[in-house]
């Protein structure tokens, strides 16, 4: 069986930034919104994560996302992945699967899933992340998660008084929560 993976953060914004005239198109509220949101739930920030699956409706989007979710400063985008960054041996292997431009538009769903098989470790040297113990997946750009492999010491469910600890799957089915549990 494959590495059981555990989201740390979770946030789903919403937004509706095209009704507003001085709307730039160069970065999305809601995106910025979202990634703060699941990185303050999972207690961790873009330095930390060790690959990108991105929601990647139009080519563009992929250079706000990055810049929207803290990689880079808003323009540094194109210089942020200059040199191979977003490659397998980049220093954020980014839509490792090609991306929807590549793999199909499912509205984001096939994000989620590279990201669980990457984090099982299920592909090949050709596709696999050697380093792949934490990352960040949007299904749309106002959909972000912030998942990581289960340590062998960490109890597959656990509860508290106060507050319910996310439970641990193994499961790849096509649904967001049969993919990675939630609190």
């Known amino acids: 069986a494959g590495a ?5 953060g979770l946030a789903v914004t919403t937004g509706r930034p095209f009704l507003d005239p001085g709307f730039d198109y160069l970065g999305f509220p809601s995106t910025q919104k979202a990634a703060a949101e699941a990185y303050a739930m999972a207690g961790v920030g873009p330095q930390e ?3 990108a699956q991105i929601y990647d409706c139009f080519t563009y989007v ?3 996302t990055l810049e929207d979710y803290g990689f880079c400063q808003k323009g540094e985008g194109g210089a942020f992945v200059e040199g191979g960054t977003l490659r397998l041996g980049g220093r954020l292997p980014t ?3 090609g991306g929807q431009l590549s793999e199909g538009h499912v509205q984001g769903m096939m994000q989620v899933i590279e990201g669980v098989r990457q984090l099982r470790h ?3 040297p050709d596709r696999q ?3 792949c113990e934490i990352g960040i997946v949007s299904s749309t750009r106002r ?3 912030i998942a990581r492999t289960r340590p062998a010491s960490v109890p597959t469910t656990t509860s508290s008084p106060s507050r319910s ?3 641990w799957t193994s499961s790849v089915a096509m649904g967001p929560r049969s993919l990675v549990s939630f609190a």
């Open 4 to 8: 059981l993976v555990r989201g740390l």
């Open 49 to 51: 994560m060790q690959f």
């Open 62 to 64: 992929v250079l706000c």
């Open 95 to 97: 839509n490792t699967s």
């Open 122 to 124: 299920e592909y090949g």
């Open 129 to 131: 992340i050697k380093t």
């Open 143 to 145: 959909s972000v998660t």
């Open 165 to 167: 600890v996310p439970c």
